[in-house]
Structures are given as structure tokens and as C-alpha cells.
């Protein structure tokens, strides 16, 4: 039997057991002390080494004086399909877990507006963006899914790491670049460049095979993986940032104990802060680590050439946005969308979507 088949029938057993412990606090009957089981981020990255995983399995029993623990597995180690994550939390076969949005872009476009590429140029930005749409995703979970937002995560900047010399972005005309996402591959066809989908884990694969000659991911964690040294230039444009939901069950949620869910509506905050600024800060390193500046600490050196937003470049992302990313988002998305876009994020960015006739 495949290793990721194992380890998710062995999480699914987990979560079984959970939820019958929950149901005996529920019934009064005695029960230890209550353990939740938590799926997390993605495996290696810091958003969950330094945050998600610390959090629940060491702040949480010293916050609750030992009342309160938990597990956690990273989802791409438990064997769960990204694109699965939120059925699984709504059916509550996962009782607390963590869901990239782009990996709900397919079925639910409209969760793909706050990060689509192009309108974000800096976490500011992103920051002011998220804040007019979160009360909309909450309130849309909770009333379409069952799904209880608890807190809002995000990546480090998804920035262009390519073999050859580039001055700008029409420079990447041409060149085939690995993207994440629909809204990438906008973003990329927009520059005449040819958009290749590619996994994470498969970037290195494609570079070494010629399949791809650059990659748009996210500055430290394409360091990690190696491509400051089989590419030459990196730029720093955020092409977009990449955001995950925390959520519960409904249903779960609302079976917890009061001093629980009391203490999880004051610290998860908490932690969404630490890796909203944790992110901030490996964007910067990231690319500090790629150009081998001495500030590099978390990383390893390379020798690239960093190339800076001009201001043809940024004229160039503010055209591609409005003439292109949004447009297509719009057509991927069902009729109200131009709605929820004019009603939360347009008015931050001072941009009006056209209305279905």
C-alpha cells in the first residue's frame, strides 16, 4: 500500500477517534484530556515549521495548563488532496484544517479574488485587500460550507526565477514559466510568455529537463529548493502571494468547550499575526539569500542578479490586471462576482468591474 495512502488512513482513523471524544464530552461520560487533530500547511515551509506546528503542539497545552492538546500533520504529508481540503472540513471528516485558497479557484473562483496576480505589489497592499474581503469569505463559509474561518495565512511573495538575463518583465516574452494557477498563467500570457502548470515539487524536474526556463514561487522557498543555483536572475515583483484558510467544522466547532473555543478566538489572531510577519520577512531574506547578501542567514547564498519593478513594469502590471487577470477571473466566475468584487475589494484598489448585462 502507497505510503500516502497509509499515512491518511491512519489520519482518518485519528480523526475518528477524535470526533468520539467529542461526542462522549458531549454525553457527559468521562473522557482525558481532549486532543484535537489538526492538518496544516504545507510540509517544510516556515509557515508551518516555525508557526502552525509549534502552536498546536506546544502553545497550546502551556496556554490551557495541559487542559487542552493537539496533532498536527502537514496536508501534504497526510496524503490530502489540496483541492479536497474544504469538502473534507465540511463534511467533517477532517475537524480542523488548513486550505490553500488557489486550490479552490477551480470550483469556487470567487475565493481567488483577494490574491489574483497583478494586484497585490506589496503586503501592504495585500494586507488592505484581505481586510475588505474577509468579512464576505467568512461569512460564505459558514453559510455555504459549515465551515468556520478561524484564521487567514499567507505565503511569502511568488516572485520570477529565471535562467537567462532579463532587464524587465517583457522580458519574459516567450520563455516558458512554470505557474501555479490560473490566475498566473494570466498573468504570464499577458507578457507573451508561454505558462507551463507545474507542481512545487516537480520545478526542479522541469528546470533541469528544459521543460521550463523560469519559475514564478516563492522567494525563500525557491531557495530552499535549489534554483539559485540553476538560474541566473530573479524579479522581485510579487506576482501574487498565495493565502490558506484555517478553518473548523462547524458542527466540531461548536462541540468544543467553551474555555477552548475562548481560548483559540484569542490566540489564533495571535498566530496569524506571527506568520503574516513571518512571511514579510522571508520574502525580504529570500531575496537577500538569492543575491548572496550578507543578511542571509535562514538561507543559502547564491550569486543572482536581482532585477527591481520599474516603472514600466509597474505601468505594465496595473494593465495586465485591469485588461486581462480580472477580465478572465470574471469569465471564470459565476454572475454575481462582479458584485463582491465592487462591494469588497474595487473600492481599495479604485477599480470598478463591469456589471453582467
Known amino acids: 500500500m502507497p505510503r500516502s495512502h497509509l499515512s491518511w488512513t491512519m489520519f ?12 462522549m464530552v458531549c454525553a457527559g461520560q468521562a473522557a482525558p484530556a481532549q486532543k484535537l487533530r ?20 506546544k502553545e497550546l497545552s502551556r496556554l ?7 496533532d498536527i500533520v502537514p496536508f501534504d504529508r497526510a496524503g490530502v488532496p489540496g483541492s479536497d481540503m474544504l469538502r473534507l ?19 469556487y473562483p470567487e475565493y481567488g479574488a483577494p490574491d489574483l496576480a497583478g494586484l497585490n505589489p506589496d503586503i501592504a497592499s495585500l494586507k488592505k485587500t484581505v481586510a475588505a474581503f474577509r468579512p464576505y469569505l467568512e461569512k460564505t463559509l459558514r453559510t455555504r460550507h459549515g465551515v468556520e474561518a478561524l484564521a487567514l495565512y499567507v505565503y511569502p511573495a511568488q516572485v520570477v526565477f529565471c535562467k537567462k538575463p532579463l532587464a524587465s518583465l517583457a522580458d519574459l516574452a516567450g520563455r516558458r514559466i512554470r505557474v501555479s494557477s490560473a490566475t498566473q498563467s494570466d498573468f504570464v500570457s499577458a507578457l507573451g510568455g508561454v505558462p507551463v502548470l507545474t507542481g512545487f515539487a516537480q520545478i526542479m524536474t522541469s528546470m533541469a529537463s528544459g521543460n521550463v526556463e523560469c519559475a514564478i514561487t516563492g522567494s525563500m522557498s525557491g531557495n530552499t529548493l535549489g534554483l539559485h543555483e540553476v538560474t541566473t536572475h530573479v524579479h522581485t515583483l510579487p506576482v501574487n502571494w ?17 474555555d477552548l473555543k475562548a481560548l483559540l478566538r484569542r490566540e489564533l489572531p495571535k498566530l496569524e499575526a506571527a506568520i503574516w510577519s513571518e512571511s514579510e520577512r522571508e520574502t525580504t531574506e529570500g531575496l537577500a539569500c538569492n543575491r548572496g547578501a550578507s543578511s542571509c542567514s535562514n538561507g543559502r547564498q547564491g550569486h543572482m542578479v536581482e532585477v527591481g519593478v520599474s516603472a514600466q513594469d509597474e505601468r505594465r502590471r ?9 477580465t478572465h477571473w470574471l469569465q471564470r466566475c459565476n454572475a454575481p462576482c462582479a458584485e463582491i468584487w465592487n462591494q469588497t475589494i474595487g473600492p481599495v484598489h479604485g477599480i470598478t468591474a463591469p456589471l453582467a448585462k
Do not use: D, H
Not at 242 to 258: D, H, S
Not at 318 to 326: F, G, H, Y
Open 242 to 258: 498565495g493565502l490558506a484558510i484555517f478553518g473548523a467544522n462547524l458542527t466540531a466547532w461548536e462541540a468544543l468547550p467553551p
Open 89 to 107: 472540513i465540511q463534511l467533517g471528516v477532517i475537524p480542523f484544517g488548513t486550505t490553500l485558497m488557489s486550490s479552490l479557484s477551480a470550483q
Open 64 to 70: 490551557s495548563a495541559g487542559k487542552f492538546e493537539a
Open 318 to 326: 496595473q494593465e495586465i490586471l485591469t485588461s486581462v487577470v480580472l
Open 38 to 57: 489538526i492538518v496544516g500547511g504545507l510540509a517544510n515551509l516556515n509557515q508551518y515549521l516555525r508557526n502552525e506546528e509549534p502552536f498546536w503542539t
Open 12 to 23: 482518518l482513523r485519528r480523526a475518528v477517534i477524535a470526533l468520539c471524544g467529542l461526542l
